[in-house]
Every structure is written in C-alpha cells, then in structure tokens.
C-alpha cells in the first residue's frame, strides 16, 4: 500500500459549505494557510435546495470580504415581514423600527458565490473524500481522508475546525466527559413546496391561524416556497395539488387576500429541533455553525448563525497568526454561544408563538393570540422582533 501523502497547512476545515469556505477565505485574505475537505460533492451541494434569509452582517461580510456583489444584484431585499393572524395582516417594518433590513438569497447561491471565489482564488478545497478520521485533537491536529481518486493523504494542522453540518463527525470525536449537550424537539414540523406561481406577496408572511402555521415566502417571478405546519410524520405522497392549496388557504386567505396558486414541483417533511453543543471548542479543535448548534427556521438564523460563528473564529486566528495571542481563541466559545443562545430564544419565541399547538385549548389559542397582539399593537415588541430578525446589533 501507498504511503499517505502528506499536506502541511495551519488550519485544516472540515466542512465546505458556507461557515467553512468563508472560514477559508476570511483566513487566505489574512495570508492563513487552509484545507478545506467535504464528504459530499460540489454538485451535491449546489443541488440541495435551502432558503435564505440574510441578515444584515451576512451581507456585508459576503460583499466587504470580496466574496461576491451579487446578492446585491439578484437577491431581494426585504423591509419588513407581515404577521397575519385573525384573517389580518400586521407589518413589522424593519426600516422604520432598526434601520435595518434583511435579504432573500438561497444558501445554494451563497455555497456557489464562496466555492466560486476559493476556486479562483486558488483555495485548497477538496470534495467528494472518503474514510475520514481525525487524531491528535489536544496537541496538533492529524485528518486522514481519501480523495475522489483514491488517494490517501494526511493533513498535518495546527488547529482543525468542524464545520461539518448538523451530523458532525468532529463533534462526535469531543469526550463525552468534556461536553454538555441540550436539545429540544418540536410537535410539528413543515410540510414545505416548491410552485409554480407567481408571488402572492412582496415580503414574507407568518401566518397563524386556527388551522395550523403557514410562511408565504419567494424564490423567483415564476416560482415560490412555501410552508405548513404539520405532524413531523406526515406523508407527502398523500398529498396532490388540490390538498396542498385547500390548506394553505385555510390558513392564509381572507379579507381579501388570496394566495397566487399553480403546479407543485416539488415538496417535503422538514421536522426541527433545537440543539447546542458546548463548549464549541475540545483542545485545538473548534466547531462552527450546525456542527455546534441547530434552530427551528421560523426565525430565520441558522446559516447567519454560522457566518457570525466563523467571524468570531476568524478574529481569533488572526490575532493568534498575527501576535501570538490566544486571547481571542479563549474566549471564542463564549462569545460564539452568547449569540446562540440569543438566537434560540429567538428562534423559540417566534416558533411557539406562531404555531398552533398539538394539544390547542381554547384557553392556549386565545393565550397566542393575545401575545400575537401584544407584539404588534406595542413599538417596542415590534422592535424586539425586528432587532433580533435583522441581527443584533455588533452584527455588523
């Protein structure tokens, strides 16, 4: 058998999607050597279809860092959000209330913007391996990998991080011992469709209603994504055309407003947990985005989430490459988790207060709606929305 082939770098990232190929160019621009490996492959990536709501500091990183001007171009910015409850619509006027906005923007086009950049920048990012073990966690680390021709090589790091997904072979190797996990499953989750449709709204609706949750939200001129609430065992092939729009309109129509309706092309069950891995750091390792934490998408953070992680991780590594202090990555895990945890409340808050419950009383029903009311007949709950939906402040 070959000897493994040896690649020397300072950080090894395991993980090619947006936390980990931005973590890699953020470093480049700094003169920080990377590898960056990735189980699945790049066609894989681009083809998996994700929304994408960006917050404010998600797009400036992604334009100020020379990653790509095009979500300016072809992403939408949005102003606001409506909250619909009792057949009536509420805006939430993210301008008016924070001065800030958000914009709608599929994390496959921001996987595309980064791995575009990394390739033309000449970024050591390979995909498609196999066999993937790591060692060394607590002195420097050690990644074998096989590559898509069968190659077999050895990373030699000083720091590795996982950035590897909400299944993270990196956070498994982390002692149980030296870790705290808390996690919390939600009664529901989306039944979520592809249309082909024109846009029933400009900027996106969160709908409660007695019938259940459901999001109106975009994806182009001619086709739209959208969501219901539903048991998370539900089954979507006994679902066609008509029973899919029947129950959207029952949960969104009225006073007026009707949903533009046309062929599904495309659905699923997407079940959603809370989850948080702590501390995000074991010896020289670091874990980032869902690797380290994963949110139900009503409030819209999970990838932001993973963006700001690896802006904390990078300020870290470069103080670290360009002084010597560690400082910085001391206290990497705690100023990421401080942002987690802000962002599963969020998360929380918008996802119990929006959702019908399994077990709905009249008592529970009326309680939702009169927080529902709260929230938009007070500036203030309003601005606490918008505040935590655009990103918190710092998040620039």
Known sequence: MAARKIITTQVAIMGAGPAGLM??????????????????????????????????????????????????????????????????????DFKELVGESVWLYPQTDVFLDLAARRKAD???VRYSVTDTTVNDLEGKPRVWFTDAEGVEFEIQAEFLVGADGSRSYCRRQVPEASRTQYFHEY???????????????DELIYASSDNGFALISQRTETVQRMYFQCDPKENVAEWDDDRIWAEFRSRVNGNGFELKEGPVIDKMVLP???????????????LAGDAAHTVPPTGAKGLNLAIQDVKVLFEGLESFYSNGSTASLDSYSD???????????????????????????????????????????????????????TGWPGAR
């Open 122 to 124: 000449g970024g050591d």
């Open 272 to 286: 959603f947990r809370s989850f948080v891995h702590t501390p995000m750091r074991h010896g020289n390792l670091f």
């Open 187 to 201: 009664p529901f989750a989306w039944f979520g469709i592809l249309a082909e449709a024109q846009r029933s709204s």
């Open 335 to 389: 100023r990421a988790l401080e942002r987690v945890w802000k962002a599963q409340q969020f998360s929380y808050w918008m996802t119990t207060m929006l959702h019908t419950p399994t077990d709905a009383g009249d008592f529970s029903r009326a309680r939702q709606l009169g927080e529902l009311n709260s929230v938009v007949s007070s500036k203030h709950g309003m601005a606490y929305l918008a505040e935590a939906y």
């Open 23 to 92: 973590l890699s160019h953020l470093l480049a621009k700094a003169g920080i050597e990377s590898t960056v490996i990735e189980i699945r492959s790049h066609k894989q990536i681009s083809e998996t279809v994700r929304a994408g709501i960006l917050e404010h500091g998600t797009v400036n990183l992604l334009v100020d860092s020379g990653v790509s001007e095009r979500v300016l171009r072809e992403g939408d910015r949005h102003d606001g959000i409506e909250l619909r409850f009792h057949g009536e619509s509420h805006r939430i």
